[in-house]
Each structure stands twice: as C-alpha cells, then as structure tokens.
C-alpha cells in the first residue's frame, strides 16, 4: 500500500542488512522488532556499502521524485514499494539574503513544509513504517509536541493504535491534533520522564517509538544529511546548527555522512555540529562544557520551547560524540530573547520559523559574535518546526 501520491519510485534493493549496538559493538538481527539493546543503549542501522555503489547510486537518484524515499536503499524498509507515504521529505534549503550576520553564507534547511508540520515527519514515518512491516498492531511514546502529532499522523495513515502521553502543561494544540488523528492522548506528569512513567503503567500491546529506543526514526532523521549533500551539489557546509532535544537529528546526520563517504560519494572536512538548547534545559550543553561523556539529567527544565525541553537523551554520549569529532560546540540560549527572534526574522527575513528555529539562529548568531563562526563560511541553520504546531 502506498498512501502518498508518488508511487513507483523505482526503488533498488535495500543495502541493510544489520543492527549494531552504539555502545558495545554487538551486532543483532535487521528484522525482528529492536528496541533498545542488551546494553540499554541505542540500536543502529548497518549497510553493507562500498566504493562500488556510489555513482550508480547517484545516478539513479537523478529519476527519483524529490522526497526521503528517493534514498531506499539506504533506508531500513524491507517493502519500500509499499511504504506508507505521507509526502515526508524534500524541504527546501534556503539562502538567506537579510536577516543574517553579514559575511556569512546562511542557509536554512526549512522543515516545517513536512506532514505534521515538523521534522519529525522523517524519523516517525521510518519508525511507524517499520513497526507496521514487523508486526505491531499499535505504537506509543511520550513527547510535549510535534513527535506526538507526527506518530499520531503515521499510526493513523499505517492503520495502527495510537497511544500518546502529554505533559500536563503541554500546548492544548497538541492535545488536539493527536486526538483529530484518532490517538488515545495521557495527559500526566509535569515532565517527559513522569508522562513516560504514565505510559508505561497503561496496559495493552503497544510498540514503544520514543527518541532512539528504538533504531529507525534515526534512520529518517539522516535524510535531513542526505538532503543537505545533494541540495548543496554534493558538498557540505562548515558548520550544521542544530537545535537539540533528543539529539536524533545530529546522531542520524553523522551517519548519513559516513554513508556518503563509505559510497565514495563524499571527502573532505566534515561540518562542525552545533547543539543549541535551551538555557532552563541545556544538560548537553552543560556536558560538553564540562568533557563529560555522558550528559546527566537536567533538574529542573523550565522552557516553553517544547522540543527542547529534554532533561535526559538517551543517545546523549553519541550527541556528544559527534560534537567532539566534527570539532563542533554546543550553545545555550537565553527563553526571553526567543519571541523578538521569531519577530525579526519573519520582519528582515521573510521566513517563519518556530521557536526551536529561532533558538538555532540565535546560536549562529552568539557564535557568529564570539567569532567562532567567520565571514564566508557556509552554515546550515535547521528551522524544525511550524509555530502553528504549538497554537
Ligand atoms: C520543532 C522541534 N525542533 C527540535 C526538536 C529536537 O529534536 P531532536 O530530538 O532531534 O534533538 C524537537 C523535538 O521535539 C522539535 O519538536
């Protein structure tokens, strides 16, 4: 079955063939449902990939309608052919001209254009598509915002239950957009962990798509990488800036790079990875600081940018990992200065961009003042997220 409206991508064969533990190495088996590992830590996709691949690859992408599933083969999907299909994928990456620190070649990589209105399209439709291939009959996951809505979505296109739980000081808009899509919605706890707990506690069989508990929505969020590569013309920018909750984005980015490469498809440096997060929420921020390898749990997250409310990621030593190796930094931004930035980039820049958008930019702009981003460097800016999507 094939719900979106570009079927018939000729699609080659999946270069999958694995998992293999982000943590210890030990590799398990691709089709069977995976959540997290013997180790407790995040399962990750394996490609058997080489050289060889590449230009045909690349070649074939040319025929293929612009949307994540140009790249099957190296998606997880056993049936790619008969995907659930929402349109995901393919947005836009745009130069800004004003509105940006001058001397810098600002590009935003605008996801709000995805089903759901967010980029969390990508990694629920791998997550939820999955789970249908391998036998769920319903899905579940706690969030405050656009990964609810983007699962509930998904569950309802797959034809699966649909179980989310909210925090109870979530944007109401939520709440009902998960319920328009026919999720069971849990309205408990003051936090993601106490709303989680909640969940946990509710009977039935549902599969659990939380951040990284499982290993495909990092598989849709490397699209965003795939994407950047090829709309740049097979090159990569300086520095990537991320705003960071769970951190899928960045973990499924480096991936997809070392993918390219593995193709011989990619050299060179590679960007610098940028997590920006929330000053009353920055526990990655805080981690790097301090050279931990892991980041421990932030006390008490207090911000109204929902997606960046996340006091504990579970792939936080990956987070950090690739922060470290791409020589990239992290930055922790101020609640206050969030609204006047959505303002002035709607007023000097025509765009729109939800908070986590303007908490991105705004940490282009304090590395940009600190001088660690220089004149004629090429930044990727990820705006994430419609601001409708919170009411
Ligand atoms: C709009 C938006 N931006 C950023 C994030 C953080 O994304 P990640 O979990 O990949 O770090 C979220 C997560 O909920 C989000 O909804």
Redesign the pocket.
């Known amino acids: 079955m094939t719900t979106g409206s570009e079927p018939g991508l000729g699609l080659g064969e999946r270069w999958a063939d694995a998992l293999v533990c982000s943590k210890t190495g030990e590799v398990g088996e691709l089709d069977r449902p995976a959540f997290l590992s013997p180790a407790g830590a995040p399962w990750l996709v394996r490609y058997r990939l080489d050289r060889s691949l590449g230009e045909a690859f690349k070649a074939a992408l040319a025929g293929r309608p612009w949307s994540l599933w140009r790249y099957a083969e190296l998606l997880p999907l056993r049936d790619a052919e008969g995907r659930v299909d929402l349109g995901e994928g393919g947005t836009p990456l745009v130069r800004l001209e004003r509105g940006v620190p001058a001397g810098i070649d600002v590009w935003l990589k605008e996801e709000s254009g995805n089903p759901a209105g967010?980029f969390?399209a990508r990694g629920l439709s791998l997550a939820v598509n999955r789970a249908r291939e391998l036998g769920a009959t319903g899905v579940q996951l706690a969030?405050a915002?656009?990964?609810a809505i983007a699962m509930s979505a998904y569950a309802a296109a797959a034809g699966l239950r649909c179980r989310v739980a909210v925090p109870v000081d979530a944007p109401t808009t939520v709440v009902e957009r998960c319920r328009l899509h026919g999720a069971e919605v849990i309205v408990a706890g003051s936090n993601l962990a106490e709303s989680g707990l909640e969940l946990s506690r509710r009977e039935g069989e549902f599969w659990e798509l939380s951040?990284l508990k499982e290993p495909y929505r990092a598989e849709g969020?490397k699209t965003m990488g795939l994407e950047i590569v090829e709309q740049l013309g097979w090159s990569l920018p300086d520095w990537i800036i991320y705003?960071?909750?769970?951190?899928?984005?960045i973990v499924g980015m480096q991936k997809a790079f070392d993918e390219l490469e593995a193709l011989g498809l990619l050299s060179g440096p590679r960007p610098r990875f940028v997590a920006v997060q929330m000053a009353g929420c920055a526990p990655i921020v805080r981690a790097f600081e301090q050279r931990l390898d892991h980041a421990p749990p932030w006390e008490q997250p207090e911000s109204r940018v929902?997606?960046?409310r996340?006091p504990k990621a579970i792939g936080d030593f990956l987070i950090l990992r690739a922060l470290r190796e791409s020589d990239g930094t992290a930055v922790a931004v101020e609640e206050s200065r969030i609204g006047r930035e959505q303002e002035r980039l709607a007023r000097e820049a025509g765009v729109l961009v939800?908070p986590?958008g303007a908490a991105a930019m705004l940490g282009l702009r304090s590395l940009t003042e600190a001088g660690r981003i220089e004149a004629g460097q090429r930044v990727v800016v990820f705006q994430?997220?419609h601001p409708g999507n919170y009411g």
Not at 243 to 249: A, H, I, L
């Open positions: 967010s969390k969030s915002g656009n990964a951040t969020k705003p960071t909750g769970g951190g899928t984005g929902w997606g960046l996340v939800g986590e994430t997220g």
